[in-house]
């Protein structure tokens, strides 16, 4: 049984290192229910895997209180497959 879950791509303005990218994945961890959360300074995103959507305007206030800007974002079905997904019901 596949697991469907959504991806949410946030396009951020501001971080400049990895110190930085441990802050937002902290922001995002603490606030939402994810599977999995990966920032990069270098490509100026965070991207989030959850079960559910992430609230966008919330997000956006919170990230701008934390020094940064969600300058825009996309949010796609996201499907995990794989052996541990294999066989369940």
Wanted: with cysteine.
């Amino acid at each position: 049984m596949e697991i469907i879950m959504v991806k949410t791509t946030l396009k951020i303005d501001g971080m400049m290192c990895g110190m930085c990218e441990s802050h937002m994945n902290d922001l995002i961890r603490s606030n939402f229910k994810v599977k999995k959360v990966n920032s990069s300074a270098k490509d100026g995103e965070c991207v989030i895997i959850s079960e559910e959507e992430i609230d966008i305007p919330w997000a956006k206030k919170e990230i701008k209180g934390i020094g940064y800007e969600l300058v825009s974002y996309t949010t796609e079905p996201y499907e995990k497959k794989g052996l541990f997904g294999w066989g369940r019901k």
